[in-house]
């Protein structure tokens, strides 16, 4: 399944645009951008902030099962898609939340300022480059490593990444290998970054909180920092026993220090 949940996601129509969106909890609201793996992993993480907010968690256009028109080819075009999204369902100051590709995204929300927005928290976001050398990556590449090399560099405790192709069903695998594809489409070049986004990162004006796995070997803990450093008045945080995916391997650390930066 595409989202760890009790309950199937509803799907919502965004201007013609039937995406899937799961929506628990109570108080004020909290849009969860998930990474390119997509929400696989994301429920403990999504229970506990429910207890402080009403979450939205929906399936990125291409990932999960929501439809992915032609109108959509970048992750820009997917940062208006959730403006539009936000608008829909007026929420209203909202805290968006971004992991790993959907931090990248979340970032390219926020410097188009909207004013629904107060607060937003990145996750081990991609999205920027650091490195001014072109074969110095800043990101390890997802396409082009072993899949027990991207575990044993993504995790603190690979375990949390076993994942069972031969167990899988046939909905679960269509749509893992829809995930890859459409992470993709949008990352493949350049890769995972915008070059732009860095430069454009002081136009975040909300209180921002950048959280990152002390055991991020996909993008280091000083990429972290760096990406801090671009945003005024970021708060950086590291989260131990945790690598790229710090909502997964520490839900509760990660829920704990969002809810004393987002006050819920």
């Known amino acids: ?75 820009d075009d997917l940062a208006y898609f959730y403006l539009d999204l936000i608008e829909q369902l007026d929420l209203d100051r909202v805290t968006i939340v971004g992991s790993s590709f959907g931090g990248w995204l979340a970032a390219e929300i926020a410097i188009k300022a909207s004013p629904r927005l107060t607060r937003l928290v990145l996750i081990d976001a991609l999205g920027i480059r ?13 396409f ?35 995930n890859r594809e459409s992470a993709a489409l949008f990352g493949w070049s350049p890769y995972m970054n915008n070059p732009k986004l860095r430069d454009r990162l002081h136009r975040i004006h909300v209180p921002t909180l950048v959280l990152w796995g002390e055991s991020d070997h996909i ?26 995916f710090p909502h997964i391997e520490q839900p509760y650390a990660v829920t704990e220090r969002i809810i004393a930066f987002a006050g819920g």
């Open 219 to 244: 993008a280091t803990a000083n990429y972290g920092r760096r990406f801090a450093e671009a945003i005024p008045g970021a708060r950086y945080d590291l989260i131990e026993h945790a690598g790229h």
């Open 144 to 178: 082009a490593t072993k899949q027990a090399e991207l575990d044993r560099l993504a995790y603190h405790d690979p375990k949390h990444a076993l994942l069972d192709h031969n167990g899988m069903s046939e909905e679960d695998a269509y749509i893992h290998f829809r």
């Open 1 to 75: 399944m595409a989202v760890e949940t009790k309950e199937q996601p509803d799907t919502v129509d965004v201007r013609g645009i039937a995406v899937e969106l799961a929506k628990r909890g109570a108080g004020t609201a909290l849009l969860y951008l998930h990474p390119h793996i997509g929400l696989r992993g994301a429920d403990a993480v999504l229970d506990a902030l429910a207890r402080r907010f009403t979450v939205y968690a929906p399936s990125h256009p291409g990932f999960g099962r929501s439809a992915l028109p032609r109108s959509i080819t970048t992750v």
């Open 130 to 142: 650091i490195s001014p050398e072109p074969n110095n990556p800043d990101i390890v590449d997802f």
